[in-house]
C-alpha cells in the first residue's frame, strides 16, 4: 500500500467529514454513558502542513488550502463549524504553532480525542507500521486510548460488539485497490452481525458518479437499519477524475438530517471550485 494521508490532509473531503464526524460525537454525548470511537484506517494523526514534500504528484500543490484553508478566517459560519474551527485551533497551539496560525491539521483520531470524555474509548487502526508508529507517539499518554498496527477490517471483529453497548465507527480507506467497496460492504455486513445498533460512517470518493451509486445499491442486500448518504461535489468539470466525496452513515442520531440541511449548502459554498458545486443528503432506508 502507497498511500498516505499527508498530501490530502485539511482538504475538502476531510473537513466535510470531520465536520459530519464531531456532529456524531456530539450526538452520542447527548447520554452520559460513554461509547466507544473505532477508526479502522486511522493514518498518523496529526499532520504538518508546512512538512515536505511541499508539492504533491505532478508537481501539484498540497490541498489544504482549498478545504481547511478556505474556511479559516471566513466570518459568519453556522455554530457547528465554529466548533470544527475552534478545535483545529486549538490543535495548532498545542502543536506549538503560533497564534491564529494554520500549521497542523488534526486527523480524524484527534477530533475524536479531543471532544473525548473521561467515560469514552478510543479504539484507533492503522495497517501501515510508519503511520501507526506515529499515531502511538500522538497517543502514548492519551488516557482509554489504543493503537493496533493491523489491517482495520479486522476491527470490527475484535472490537464489536464493545462493552460501553454504544459506538461511532468510521470507516475511512484509502480506496486505493479496485475491490475496495468490496472490502468495506463485508467489513459492515460484520460488524452489524456484531452490534447492529452502532453508528456506522463510511467516507466514499466520488468519481465516476455510477460506482458510488452501484456501491449504495449493493448495501441493499445487508439487514440495513436507517441509513443514509450524504455527498459533497465541489466542481463540475468533466476533465477531473474526483468531483467530490460522500459520506454513508448507518443509524444517524436523532435529528441528524437536520443538522445536514444547514451544514451542507454552508460547505459546498465554501468549498466549491465552481458554479457547479452542490451538496446533497438522501434516505438510503428511511427511518420507520
Known sequence: ?????????????????????????RAQQRK????LYLDTHAGRGAYDLDAPPPLGPMGRPPEWPQ?????WAAPGLPPALDEYLALVRSFNEQKGAGSGVL???????????????PQDRLALWEVQPEEAGRLRGEFARWPRSVVEC???YGALRASLPPRERRAVVLIDPPFEQPDEF????AALREGLQ????????IWYPVTERARAEAFRGSLIAL????????????TADPQLRMKGCGLLILNPPWRFADELDALLPVLAGKLGADAGAAARWEWLVPEA
Open 194 to 201: 456484531r452490534f447492529p445498533g452502532g453508528v456506522y460512517a
Open 103 to 117: 500549521r497542523f491539521y488534526p486527523g480524524s483520531p484527534w477530533f475524536a480525542a479531543l471532544v473525548q470524555r
Open 223 to 234: 439487514p440495513l437499519p436507517p441509513t443514509l448518504w450524504a455527498e459533497l461535489a465541489v
Open 32 to 35: 452520559e454513558k460513554g461509547y
Open 67 to 71: 478545504g481547511i484553508g478556505r474556511l
Open 150 to 152: 493491523a489491517n482495520g
Open 1 to 25: 500500500m502507497n498511500y498516505r494521508h499527508a498530501f490530502h490532509a485539511g482538504n475538502y473531503g476531510d473537513v466535510f467529514k470531520h465536520v459530519l464526524l464531531l456532529r456524531l460525537l
Open 182 to 185: 468490496d472490502a468495506v460492504r
